[in-house]
C-alpha cells in the first residue's frame, strides 16, 4: 500500500487548503480501514486532524472540526482534506494516512506534503 | 482530549545503550497505544502497536510495555540508525492524539 499528498504548496491567509491523497495497491473501499489526515509544524509533533471511513462517516479534532472537511472519491481510490479560513498557524507538512477500523494506528503513511499559509 | 507525556524530550546515548523511553496519559488508555520512530524530512514508521506487539519487520531490539497510563519504549542496544524522534500515539478514544516526541541524539 501507498499514499501519495498533493496539493498547492502555498496558500493565501483565509483561504481554504485543499489536499488530495491517492491510494495505491490497496482499495480505498476496504472496511477495514480509515482513511486519515495528520499534520506536523514545523519542529513540532503530530496533530491528528480527521479520519473518514468508506462509508462516509467521518470524525474530526473537535480543535478544528468547524474548518475541516475529509470526503472519499471511491472512483479515483482518493480522499482529500479541506481546511478553511487558514492562518499562518496551519502552516505544517501534512501527512495522509491509514488507521486501522478496530485499532487506530498507523501503518502506512504518504510521504508528507509541506503547506505554508502566506500572502 | 487525553494528554500524552513524554520523557525525557531528548536523550543523549551512544551506540550499544540501552534506552527507555517513557510515555504517561493522563487518564487510562488500556492497551491502545502506538510508538513510532521518525527522521527527518521523513513521515514516521510504527513500531510498535497495542503497547507490546512489535511491527512486521522491525528490528527485535525494539520492546514496548505498559498500560493504562504509563508505557515504555526500550531499545535494547541503540544502533547508529536509531538516532531518531521518537513519538507515542493513543487510539484509545478521540481525538487521537500524540506524545510531544523524545530525540534521541548521540
Known amino acids: 500500500v501507498q499514499l501519495q499528498e498533493s496539493g498547492p504548496g502555498l496558500v493565501k491567509p483565509s483561504q481554504t487548503l485543499s489536499l488530495t491523497c491517492t491510494v495505491s495497491g490497496g482499495s480505498i473501499s476496504s472496511a477495514s480501514y480509515y482513511w486519515t489526515w495528520i499534520r506536523q509544524p514545523a519542529g513540532k509533533g503530530l496533530e491528528w486532524i480527521g479520519r473518514?471511513?468508506?462509508?462516509?462517516?467521518?470524525k474530526y479534532n473537535p480543535s478544528l472540526k468547524s474548518r475541516v472537511t475529509i470526503s472519499v472519491d471511491t472512483s479515483e481510490n482518493q480522499f482529500s482534506l479541506k481546511l478553511s479560513s487558514v492562518t499562518a498557524a496551519d502552516t505544517a507538512v501534512y501527512y495522509c494516512?491509514?488507521?486501522?477500523?478496530?485499532?487506530?494506528?498507523?501503518?502506512?503513511w504518504g510521504q508528507g506534503t509541506l503547506v505554508t499559509v502566506s500572502s | 482530549d487525553i494528554q500524552m507525556t513524554q520523557s525525557p524530550s531528548t536523550l543523549s546515548a551512544s551506540v550499544g545503550d540501552r534506552v527507555t523511553i517513557t510515555c504517561r496519559a493522563s487518564?487510562?488508555?488500556?492497551?491502545?497505544l502506538a510508538w513510532y520512530q521518525q527522521k527527518p524530512g521523513k513521515a514516521p514508521k510504527l513500531l510498535i502497536y497495542t503497547a507490546s506487539s512489535l511491527e512486521s519487520g522491525v528490528p527485535s531490539r525494539f520492546s514496548g510495555s505498559g498500560s493504562g497510563t504509563e508505557f515504555t519504549l526500550t531499545i535494547s542496544s541503540l544502533q547508529p540508525d536509531d538516532f531518531a524522534t521518537y513519538y507515542c500515539?493513543?487510539?484509545?478514544?478521540?481525538?487521537?492524539?500524540f506524545g510531544g516526541g523524545t530525540k534521541v541524539e548521540i
Open positions: 494516512a491509514r488507521g486501522g477500523y478496530r485499532a487506530e494506528y498507523f501503518q502506512y
Open positions: 473518514m471511513y468508506t462509508s462516509g462517516s467521518t
Open positions: 500515539q493513543q487510539y484509545n478514544s478521540y481525538p487521537l492524539t
Open positions: 487518564q487510562s488508555v488500556s492497551s491502545w
